[in-house]
């Protein structure tokens, strides 16, 4: 199947990274756009723009609940019922106050809801789908913080960890069936979602090249990739500074 003609599903539309990565793919023109977000207006606005962009493209959109095993598993059938996807994105987080979550379990499970369960719940539901059609890429943005807790955004992090463990079990089941899962940790990345970061200093990845590496990633079947990729690095070193060393810093 030609790029132009894949169907590709988007869930969390409107996160930066997304609405990048969309803007590629509608660059080839021709192709099956579903954008699925939270705030039916702000899926529209970036389904407008696309539509702009690529009047070749078909894009629709969809409001769904993204809490809630019964509502993710009623959103999926809907999304596949037409034909079954090539290429589903899960992109939805949020970057919670750690303090805040420390003050309120509340916002904690909050926050372990939005960025590790639902996108687990999402990709549990379309693997199961995919899986009986023996073909499909599921790509899921987790984040290096879930590669060790950190205590400036262990809850983030706890959750991140979540969908990396997730997504190991998953790529083993589906080994060799067809399925295609690929795990992408981005870095702290030039987003809205980051915009307190940026403002202290913090030197931050373009989006547009975050989604361009995404993009040629699920086109070449990558398992799990660092973007930028000196995160490996930097990660690599951090996951195995023993205890005594590692307490001692303030990350």
């Known amino acids: 199947m030609t790029l132009a003609n894949r169907k590709i599903v988007i869930v969390g539309a409107t996160s930066s990274i997304a609405e990048h990565c969309a803007r590629n ?14 705030d039916l207006q702000r899926t ?19 409001q769904a609940n993204f809490v809630g095993a019964g509502a993710i598993a009623e959103v999926v059938r809907a999304i596949v019922a037409p034909g079954m996807p090539d290429v589903v994105l899960i992109a939805h987080g949020s970057l919670p106050d750690q303090e805040a979550c420390q003050e309120s379990l509340g916002l904690t499970r909050d926050a372990l809801e939005v960025n590790g369960i639902s996108p687990v719940l999402f990709a ?38 979540l ?56 086109d070449r079947g990558d398992s799990t990739i660092y973007v930028p990729g000196k995160w490996y690095w930097i990660m690599l070193v951090i996951r ?12």
């Open 240 to 251: 195995h500074l023993p205890a005594f060393i590692f307490n001692k810093l303030n990350i």
């Open 44 to 62: 529209e606005r970036v389904a407008n723009d696309l539509r702009v962009r690529s009047p070749s493209s078909r894009i629709q959109t969809m």
């Open 25 to 38: 793919w509608v660059k080839a023109g021709g192709i099956d756009l579903m954008l699925v977000g939270r």
């Open 124 to 161: 549990e539901a379309f693997a199961s789908q995919m899986r009986q059609a023996g073909r499909g890429t599921i790509a899921v943005i987790g984040s290096v913080a879930g590669d060790r807790g950190r205590k400036s955004n262990y809850v983030y992090g706890a959750a991140k960890g």
């Open 163 to 218: 969908v990396s463990r997730y997504i190991e079990g998953l790529q083993h089941r589906l080994a060799g069936t067809g399925v295609h899962v690929l795990l992408v940790k981005p870095g702290p990345t030039d987003t809205p979602m980051t915009a307190e970061l940026k403002a202290r200093g913090a030197r931050l990845a373009p989006v547009e090249s975050v989604a361009r590496r995404i993009v040629k990633s699920i």
